[in-house]
T-cell receptor, first 111, second 118 residues
């Protein structure tokens, strides 16, 4: 049973525009959410996180939004750059233990 | 900071061979490390949680005797795929959760090991 879902397997965005990646979860006990970026043949790299006490966390061009009532989080990248092209995984955990990952969204930023 | 080294990055070996993969946290201590397996175009599947000084906790459907995990120190966990067969071919990734700090901490991943069994 997939507790964390990324329903869009791929996304293409023009350079300079906003990229919005979405993630839904089913477990209401999740209280910590993360986004990872992954290039081919490499391990995921931690990007940004948010705890359930917040609804927004910002780090440079990356902002994560959390809507607990909808069990939905999103990652905004503004402005998008070609180097942002990668697979993005969202992950969630309850009390920081086991992490559950989504299936990933492949982002392509077109120059 | 928070660098995780995984070795080897790629292994090709004959069926029946046992393969050991190492996962090291280079600049932090990790009481807990995780082993994942990723199939093409699929998500990371947690195989087991490795705790320093104690037995690993395996996820349902993962054979303990097939995938031996040892976490002998706060910076090293190993995964040994015993008597590997072609169906064990996959991308194996480890992650480590820092011992330091308060509250939630992200896991930091190694670069993975591509295992190909002929």
């Amino acid at each position: 049973d997939q507790q964390v879902k990324q329903n869009s397997p791929s996304l293409s965005v023009q350079e300079g525009r906003i990229s919005i990646l979405n993630c839904d979860y089913t477990n209401s006990m999740f209280d910590y959410f993360l986004w990872y970026k992954k290039y081919p043949a490499e391990g995921p790299t931690f990007l940004i996180s948010i705890s359930s006490i917040k609804d927004k966390n910002e780090d440079g061009r990356f902002t994560v939004f959390l809507n607990k009532s909808a069990k939905h989080l999103s990652l905004h990248i503004v402005p998008s750059q070609p180097g942002d092209s990668a697979v993005y995984f969202c992950a969630a955990s309850a009390s920081g233990n086991q992490f559950y990952f989504g299936t990933g969204t492949s982002l392509t930023v077109i120059p | 900071g928070a660098v995780v080294s995984q070795h080897p990055s790629w292994v090709i070996c004959k069926s029946g061979t046992s393969v050991k993969i190492e996962c090291r946290s280079l600049d932090f201590q990790a009481t807990t490390m995780f082993w994942y397996r990723q199939f093409p175009k699929q998500s990371l599947m947690l195989m087991a949680t490795s705790n320093e000084g104690s037995k690993a906790t395996y996820e349902q459907g993962v054979e303990k005797d097939k995938f031996l995990i040892n976490h002998a120190s706060l910076t090293l966990s190993t995964l040994t795929v015993t008597s590997a067969h072609p169906e064990d071919s996959s991308f194996y990734i480890c992650s480590a959760k820092p011992t330091w700090g308060y509250g939630n901490q992200p896991q930091h991943f190694g670069d993975g090991t591509r295992l190909s069994i002929l």
